[in-house]
């Protein structure tokens, strides 16, 4: 039997940030609409070719969407 070993692999960063200008105003939400929109919209050409090779309509169904890497 062999040992189970532990490696890794794929190691994720988070970086938090706390911004209270956002949290003071309760529409703090407001703030990442702009990039969301964004987002969706940059994936309409995906979401038809993806249509189009399946021949049925799922929309964005399993998609995630993630804005640039310059959000500020």
Request: charged residues 30%; negative net charge.
């Amino acid at each position: 039997m062999s040992d189970l070993k532990t490696i890794s692999l794929f190691d994720t960063f988070v970086y938090q940030a706390e911004l209270p200008k956002y949290l003071e105003d309760k529409n703090f939400i407001n703030a990442c609409n702009e990039h969301t929109d964004k987002a969706i919209a940059d994936a309409e050409p995906t979401i038809a070719a993806r249509e189009k090779k399946l021949e049925t309509s799922i929309g964005d169904h399993g998609m995630s969407y993630h804005s640039q890497a310059e959000i500020f």
